[in-house]
T-cell receptor, first 118, second 120 residues
Framework: KAGVTQTPRYLIKTRGQQVTLSCSPI?????VSWYQQTPGQGLQFLFE???????NKGNFPGRFSGRQFSNSRSEMNVSTLELGDSALYLC?????????????????FGPGTRLTVT | AQKVTQVQTEISVVEKEDVTLDCVYE???????LFWYKQPPSGELVFLIR??????QNEISGRYSWNFQKSTSSFNFTITASQVVDSAVYFC?????????????????FGQGTILTVHP
């Protein structure tokens, strides 16, 4: 099976712009989570989507948003970029997180999108 | 609130030495899951192991072994006969059981990472 893919791999944006990052999960995986990794804050959870619904959200401002499509692909958007948004953004997929379904807690990560805000 | 602390920030060893990375966690949950991930210079987090809180058996996989002790809230990772290719950042992480409710889905709480450098 192909792994989690993220596009683009690298981005350079200017303050005030917005950006959209894309994530394609492992085939058959329905849960997608997003994380931000910075040297100062480490790995921090942004949000998680399952069946096109956001089920969990981390402590990030409303400038950070996301969505999931019917094919489980997910996008995250950051509006009005700030210098502090420079980070590696990682997407992870998991096979299921349904209440009535077998639980799988392993998350498999993509290579990340490195965003630089100047 | 959950918290994961990785005791060592950086470890440097010479090839073939054994090395242990220590992880201590805090949680009020009775059921939870613990993980170790490896992040090589390429940046992708590689899943190594998952451990359920109700299963305290230690696990060995090749040169890797994990020691889970619920009594001390620790989940330590040992690499035996380290190799240069083991050089990476290693993360310990904690996840609540989804039975804990709607705030638990998909969220891994990570430690700050341990940078392991294995010298030839």
């Amino acid at each position: 099976k192909a792994g989690v893919t993220q596009t683009p791999r690298y981005l350079i944006k200017t303050r005030g712009q917005q950006v959209t990052l894309s994530c394609s999960p492992i085939s058959g995986h329905r849960s997608v989570s997003w994380y931000q990794q910075t040297p100062g804050q480490g790995l921090q959870f942004l949000f998680e989507y399952f069946s096109e619904t956001q089920r969990n959200k981390g402590n990030f401002p409303g400038r950070f948003s996301g969505r999931q499509f019917s094919n489980s692909r997910s996008e995250m958007n950051v509006s009005t970029l700030e210098l502090g948004d420079s980070a590696l953004y990682l997407c992870a997929s998991s096979s299921s997180h349904g209440i009535a379904e077998p639980r799988s807690y392993e998350q498999y990560f993509g290579p990340g999108t490195r965003l630089t805000v100047t | 609130a959950q918290k994961v602390t990785q005791v060592q920030t950086e470890i440097s060893v010479v090839e073939k030495e054994d090395v242990t990375l220590d992880c201590v966690y805090e949680t009020r949950d009775t059921t939870y899951y613990l993980f170790w991930y490896k992040q090589p210079p390429s940046g992708e987090l590689v899943f190594l192991i998952r451990r359920n809180s109700f299963d305290e058996q230690n696990e060995i996989s090749g040169r890797y072994s994990w020691n889970f002790q619920k009594s001390t809230s620790s989940f330590n990772f040992t690499i035996t006969a380290s190799q240069v290719v083991d050089s990476a950042v290693y993360f310990c992480a904690l996840c609540r059981d989804s039975n804990a409710g709607g705030t638990s889905y998909g969220k891994l709480t990570f430690g700050q990472g341990t940078i392991l450098t294995v010298h030839p």
